[in-house]
């Protein structure tokens, strides 16, 4: 009996042993992704589906997703990639990639592509060869994007305009009259136009829109490093007197720029694609009005590439993988075509836009278009600097639109500082 009685018991253990080996052993994998994405209205909608269709594909394997705010976003990239703790999945401003490549942090794509037939070979976005970096494609291009003009028609109706601006001496004019303290109170209920008045990259971006206008062949500097003195002064002019006109409000970063849009606080805005995602999350009683053109820069559009995806150099072998799975489905038709039906931005992968998507979405030929027609938003010979040269431009277009400083003598230090960064 005591012979039976151990028999069971050695055989309840070993029982017992296996499947806490079997539950050790399909641990599940957690890839961290990090993404200032994670939290924006459509995009966030599409990589959360992803997601879960990549888990779903790949039982025992999790992305944490999560979010960081754009402003300090790439220091704290880079201090992770110097600390040997970068992310599994890398989501990546493409202004910040040059950094990443010349440290040799990431991994290269060439062979993964080739043995897969990637369709980002053939069918890819024109701006997908500003993931290459010595001979080599280290990252895929997610978005190559034109920005736009949102406006609202119900409130260009209320003060008798009939559609939106095309130059900037229409934005100044059509600002002005948006511009309502409606109750008299002296308090602006609505402004004609919002963009950053506080440090942001997008100071950067409006600067840079109205500078293309102001000169069609131009950009900051020319190919020997010199400033484009005329065409800055005229950009920051443009800025400068939405500003004086109170037709802008102060102290607004990129975040509280759209709010002020979708809350109907402002009639106008400049913005990427992702506006849609803005849009959508409007009540209902203010994004029936809302609508987008192209910018107002007579013809002349910022763009370029958005955002990247890439994997890390030196991930383990298992990881790795999957991060390129990621990726490859990532790339598909369904996912591409779903970019354009959830996120409401056009998609990177040529081909996918049937009839019925372009019906769903009205403003989607204009994104496409949008795209199609963009510069380039880097300046010659800035790429490999170009974080640094965009702070620059972001102190130096702040100190003359908001804080009234002199542009000539900005522009004078404004390239005494570019000198010592770009030689």
Request: charged share 20%; glycine share 8%; net charge negative.
């Amino acid at each position: 009996m005591q012979l039976r009685r151990f028999r069971t018991l050695v055989i309840a253990l070993l029982a017992a042993t296996t499947l806490w080996s079997s539950a050790a052993f399909a641990q599940t994998i957690t890839l961290d992704m990090p993404s200032w994405q994670a939290t924006e209205p459509g995009t966030s909608d599409w990589f959360k589906e992803l997601i879960a269709a990549f888990e779903a594909q790949n039982p025992g394997v999790k992305i944490e997703f999560t979010h960081e705010p754009f402003a300090g976003y790439n220091d704290k990239m880079v201090t992770r990639f110097a600390a040997g703790n970068p992310p599994d999945i890398l989501h990546l401003p493409a202004a910040n990639f040059m950094i990443y490549a010349q440290e040799g942090w990431l991994e290269p794509l060439d062979a993964r592509m080739t043995a897969s037939n990637s369709a980002v070979l053939t069918e890819w976005t024109p701006v997908q060869e500003g993931c290459e970096y010595q001979g080599q494609t280290l990252c895929v291009i997610v978005l190559g994007y034109g920005y736009v003009l949102g406006w609202n028609e119900a409130a260009f109706n209320e003060v008798g305009l009939s559609g939106p601006p095309t130059n900037s001496a229409e934005l100044i004019e059509y600002a002005k009259r948006l511009t309502l303290d409606r109750d008299g109170d002296g308090t602006i209920d609505q402004y004609g136009f919002v963009f950053p008045t506080v440090t942001h990259a997008g100071v950067e971006t409006h600067a840079t829109t109205f500078l293309f206008e102001a000169d069609p062949n131009g950009h900051w500097l020319d190919a020997e490093g010199n400033l484009n003195r005329d065409a800055a002064k005229t950009a920051w002019a443009v800025l400068k007197q939405l500003v004086d006109d109170g037709s802008v409000p102060l102290g607004v970063d990129n975040n509280g720029k759209r709010q002020f849009f979708v809350e109907g606080r402002s009639a106008m805005m400049l913005e990427g694609p992702w506006i849609q995602g803005n849009i959508n999350s409007a009540a209902p009683e203010i994004q029936a009005g809302l609508r987008v053109a192209q910018t107002p820069t007579s013809g002349e559009i910022y763009g370029g590439a958005s955002n990247v995806l890439a994997i890390p150099a030196g991930l383990p072998a298992e990881r790795a993988e999957l991060a390129w799975e990621f990726i490859q489905l990532f790339t598909s038709q369904e996912w591409q075509a779903k970019y354009a039906t959830i996120a409401g931005q056009p998609p990177a992968r040529a081909g996918v836009l049937s009839a019925d998507i372009l019906a769903g979405n009205a403003n989607m030929n204009q994104y496409v278009i949008a795209a199609d027609s963009a510069r380039d938003y880097i300046a010659p010979g800035t790429a490999e600097n170009y974080t640094r040269f965009r702070d620059l431009v972001i102190e130096a277009t702040l100190a003359v639109v908001v804080q009234g400083q002199n542009p000539d003598q900005v522009l004078d230090r404004l390239q005494s500082d570019l000198n010592r960064l770009l030689r």
